[in-house]
């Protein structure tokens, strides 16, 4: 990465020049057909406590050492979060890269169809439930709504667009990331 880069994705991040480095992260985007035949997406909701403390997200985390690729990570963290085998993975895109502003983290998502498993096997110390919203709902336009509280460094209040999943709320990086697709993955545009 130049400099030059490094001040994009600094300023793409809302981050001030000079600040640190973003960190690196991934997350799988997984998607399956369900015995009815409609395409479900899975979401984890984080455990209580953290930044991301009882929010929704995709599987996925900080890249480590130990992680060939932003994709490798996603899959370790896919399975030490919520059980999903890597041989249960097919990845169909990479989608582009989101950076945050909040938590400095530069965010490599993978669109994935999977095999679910009979059971998830969620991590009782990172993962609180795992949720399996069907596409269709969550493109109903009466699901749209908006979140608000005191967000970033300064506390300083803001809204931000979500969609309502049963009691929780989708938004965010996850958002984000879901938002450009949802409507391609409704029309087929990858074989799910």
Not at 97 to 124: C, K, M, Q, Y
Request: glycine residues 8%.
């Amino acid at each position: 990465m130049t400099a030059s880069d490094d001040a994009d994705a600094r300023a793409a991040a809302g981050l001030p020049a000079g600040s640190p480095e973003l960190r690196q992260a991934a997350v799988l985007v997984p998607v399956f057909r369900d015995p009815e035949g409609a395409v479900r997406v899975v979401l984890i909701l984080r455990a209580p406590g953290g930044i991301h403390g009882d929010q929704l997200a995709f599987p996925g985390g900080v890249a480590e050492p130990q992680d060939e690729t932003p994709f490798h990570t996603a899959l370790r963290e896919s399975e030490e979060e919520i059980g999903l085998e890597p041989n249960a993975v097919e990845l169909l895109s990479t989608l582009p890269t989101l950076n945050t502003r909040v938590s400095g983290i530069s965010i490599a998502p993978f669109l994935a169809r999977i095999v679910r498993p009979e059971h998830w096997r969620p991590d009782a110390r990172e993962i609180a439930d795992v949720i399996e919203p069907r596409l269709e709902d969550l493109a109903d336009p009466t699901a749209r709504c908006e979140v608000a509280g005191p967000f970033g460094p300064n506390g300083e209040r803001r809204r931000f667009p979500c969609i309502k999943i049963g009691d929780h709320r989708l938004w965010g990086a996850s958002l984000g990331i879901l938002e450009p697709i949802l409507a391609r993955l409704i029309a087929g545009e990858w074989r799910l």
